[in-house]
């Protein structure tokens, strides 16, 4: 789930900090940089974990700070293919189960991945999902939606609902990097309806796409032994 990826970049240490070790204050300018990003095919960067090299210093010409090229190592959270993890229903909705690790939340596991035969239920008429929507702070629509995996044994079908904040295990089936780098206007006359539309339509830097599509996954309380 966690990687340990090699990096370089240049650091620029403003001159108010030349009193500190140059280490600790490269270390703290990386994690400010990089902390809680996304790196396009790299995944999300959690936290500096050492640093492996460091270059000759320069202070450029009208510049007071110093710029020194840095080789460090990088804790990042990037599952490989097939891992199996477990994770929290955030929500559900027409394009399947939302699940959280609580520091990831980009996680979808679409409706064709899970335990079959599934129903999308709207729960509206349940008084659950009123006392949901006023706990967790979820709108109406997302608290009234919970999938329904059908499931069948000798003595007809049972209903096992996979309700909002239950745990999940679910295996990574793909991700989906997207460059969300600023872009310049497209025209000088854009309006700031526009802009507001495309921040509301930006999508995700990092997705994963999990199934539970097989015995041993989907939510822990169905496979708990009695």
Not at 2 to 31: C, G, H, Y
Not at 127 to 137: A, Q, V
Request: proline share 5%.
């Amino acid at each position: 789930m966690f990687v340990l990826v090699e990096m370089t970049d240049t650091v620029r240490i403003p001159p108010w900090q030349f009193e500190r070790k140059l280490n600790e204050s490269i270390a703290e300018e990386l994690n400010k940089k990089l902390a809680n990003k996304v790196v396009y095919n790299v995944g999300l960067c959690i936290c500096l974990y050492d640093i492996t090299k460091l270059e000759d210093s320069y202070i450029f010409p009208g510049d007071g700070a110093s710029h020194t090229k840095v080789h460090f190592r990088y804790v990042v959270f990037h599952p490989f293919l097939d891992e199996i993890l477990v994770g929290e229903i955030k929500s559900c909705s027409q394009d399947g189960v939302h699940v959280s690790l609580g520091f990831f939340d980009d996680i979808v596991i679409p409706p064709e991945s899970l335990q079959q035969p599934a129903k999308l239920w709207n729960a509206k008429c349940l008084p659950w999902c009123m006392f949901l929507s006023l706990t967790l702070g979820l709108a109406s629509d997302e608290a009234e939606q919970v999938w329904v995996w059908e499931y069948e044994t000798e003595e007809g079908a049972h209903d096992l609902y996979m309700d909002i904040g239950e745990e999940i295990r679910f295996r990574v089936m793909d991700e989906t990097f997207v460059d969300t780098s600023p872009t310049g206007p497209s025209s000088a006359e854009a309006s700031t309806s526009n802009a507001t539309e495309e921040v509301q339509k930006k999508e995700a830097p990092y997705t994963l796409v999990g199934s539970i599509s097989e015995p041993g996954l989907g939510l822990l309380s169905w496979w708990t032994n009695s």
